[in-house]
């Protein structure tokens, strides 16, 4: 049997000549199969993500309205629930690699055929395939993330994850901001995205290897407590339509335990689904949702439309949002670990967004694109506070209940997530038409703040001393 945490031979390299790796990789190999996770991950999010820069182009072309793109980008919505049923079990079926590989090739396939689309509808229905392989990949991605980082600070987790999706989005609005003055329309964004996916997908071919079942299997144990349950989870963030919250989860049982206890646990489990607690708390995903994927999927536009810049300067002041969301979550992971305070994190995340969007919404017609992009960069960097904080709290609300029903409550999420793409994509239009962008961003800033309100039901206090949190870092240490 191989020696723990010792390549069979050779170097750093050496883990290329087998088709999994068969030993816990090395500290530095473990990052570099985790920076290719969030490359994969991340392109796939650009994958679906840049339409939003050039919509206005789109829009014109077909002779469409927002309206219309509200109905596809609902549609994608079920098309993407509908594949993360369907494909869920697949990563841990067939492995990790598989499904991290063609998805993002065949996005580039897609996203070529994008670019020739004849009509809206052509266009309307390579988006929802997109769709469905996104869900394929998510699974993977997740499970994957998690076979390598089983140590990490659980929120810190979640802002690993959380990245790949700020720099997908950040790459749609930063590609289109920088070559669209060169490369006008929207049909050069998606051949762009085509190479960016094929290139993308061959690197992860020839680069990662998944860890073996029983590495895999050798990790969680190592990083288990003491009852040998070592939760996981996934974000399931649909094509414009979610950032919500899906499965995938570690919750196991260690070697040697009869059938039937496996039984009675995941019977146990069940009783997060008679939880009046944590049904509130996942309601917590859909305002979010509501407000994030307006961000993602709208707010190019609505700099275009309502304050009149063109489709690279909104894609350029979008980019600020990003930037600093991305730098956002990874402090407010490791302040929600180093503090033990989830509610508080999520809520101070929830009420500034919330501010800034209200603020935002009221400034007038003719603002300075310098003043619009400080406001979203302060945007971005409150809303960093919200994610990666909330997913700590609700797994640990979820394992107060019963610590064999992570995986189940998190579907719960799943489950309620689709009711955001279907409010955003049909609502928003609507409201846009009827009364302005402005009535719709003070919309998505009250969404934030009922994200304040809904986390108090989470389980755990909104202030720990500093005695107790020393404590409980000895503890895990």
């Given at each position: 049997m191989q020696e723990q945490g010792t390549p069979r031979s050779g170097g750093f390299w050496s883990y290329l000549r087998h088709r999994e790796i068969d030993y816990v990789p090395s500290r530095a190999l473990r990052w570099w199969l985790l920076g290719i996770i969030v490359l994969g991950w991340a392109v796939e999010q650009y994958e679906g993500l840049k339409t939003g820069p050039v919509l206005v182009y789109v829009l014109a072309e077909f002779d469409k309205t927002l309206t219309d793109w509200g109905h596809v980008a609902a549609l994608a919505g079920l098309v993407y629930s509908a594949g993360a049923v369907l494909l869920s079990r697949a990563a841990d079926r067939f492995g990790r690699r598989p499904l991290m590989i063609w998805p993002?090739?065949?996005?580039?396939?897609?996203?070529?055929?994008?670019?020739?689309?004849?009509?809206?509808?052509?266009?309307?229905?390579?988006?929802?395939?997109?769709?469905?392989?996104?869900?394929?990949?998510?699974?993977?991605?997740?499970?994957?993330?998690?076979?390598?980082?089983?140590?990490?600070?659980?929120?810190?987790?979640?802002?690993?994850?959380?990245?790949?999706?700020?720099?997908?989005?950040?790459?749609?609005?930063?590609?289109?901001?920088?070559?669209?003055?060169?490369?006008?329309?929207?049909?050069?964004?998606?051949?762009?995205?085509?190479?960016?996916?094929?290139?993308?997908?061959?690197?992860?071919?020839?680069?990662?290897?998944?860890?073996?079942?029983?590495?895999?299997?050798?990790?969680?144990?190592?990083?288990?407590?003491?009852?040998?349950?070592?939760?996981?989870?996934?974000?399931?963030?649909?094509?414009?339509?979610t950032v919500g919250v899906g499965v995938t989860s570690g919750v196991g049982v260690s070697a040697g335990v009869p059938d039937v206890a496996a039984r009675d646990h995941y019977l146990d489990g069940k009783a997060v689904y008679r939880s009046p607690r944590l049904w509130i708390l996942s309601g917590t995903i859909v305002f979010w949702s509501l407000t994030y994927v307006t961000v993602s999927g709208y707010v190019p536009v609505y700099l275009a439309q309502h304050y009149g810049l063109d489709p690279a300067e909104a894609a350029g002041v979008t980019s600020w949002f990003w930037i600093v969301f991305t730098c956002s979550v990874f402090l407010s992971g490791w302040l929600s670990d180093r503090l033990r305070v989830r509610k508080t994190i999520t809520a101070f995340g929830g009420i500034t967004t919330g501010t800034c969007f209200l603020v935002g919404a009221n400034l007038p017609i003719g603002t300075p694109e310098a003043v619009l992009a400080v406001v979203w960069s302060a945007t971005g960097f409150f809303a960093g506070f919200i994610y990666p904080a909330w997913c700590a709290l609700y797994s640990e609300t979820a394992e107060s209940i019963s610590p064999h029903g992570v995986g189940r409550a998190f579907g719960i999420t799943a489950t309620l997530s689709p009711l955001a793409g279907l409010t955003l994509n049909l609502g928003l239009p609507r409201v846009v038409e009827q009364w302005g962008w402005s009535v719709w961003m003070t919309f998505a800033g009250c969404c934030c703040l009922c994200v304040a309100v809904l986390v108090s039901f989470g389980q755990g206090p909104w202030w720990v001393s500093r005695h107790a949190r020393g404590a409980a870092a000895r503890a895990a240490a």
């Open positions: 993002v090739f065949c996005y580039a396939v897609i996203s070529a055929f994008g670019a020739m689309a004849p009509s809206f509808y052509a266009l309307a229905a390579l988006a929802m395939a997109g769709s469905f392989l996104m869900a394929g990949m998510n699974p993977a991605v997740h499970a994957a993330s998690r076979d390598l980082t089983p140590r990490m600070g659980r929120a810190m987790v979640y802002a690993w994850v959380s990245l790949a999706f700020t720099i997908g989005a950040l790459m749609s609005t930063l590609v289109a901001a920088h070559t669209l003055p060169v490369l006008p329309g929207w049909r050069p964004q998606f051949w762009i995205a085509a190479v960016l996916g094929a290139v993308t997908a061959l690197v992860i071919f020839v680069f990662y290897r998944d860890l073996s079942p029983r590495v895999r299997g050798l990790v969680l144990e190592t990083a288990a407590p003491a009852d040998a349950t070592t939760p996981g989870v996934g974000v399931t963030v649909g094509v414009g339509v």
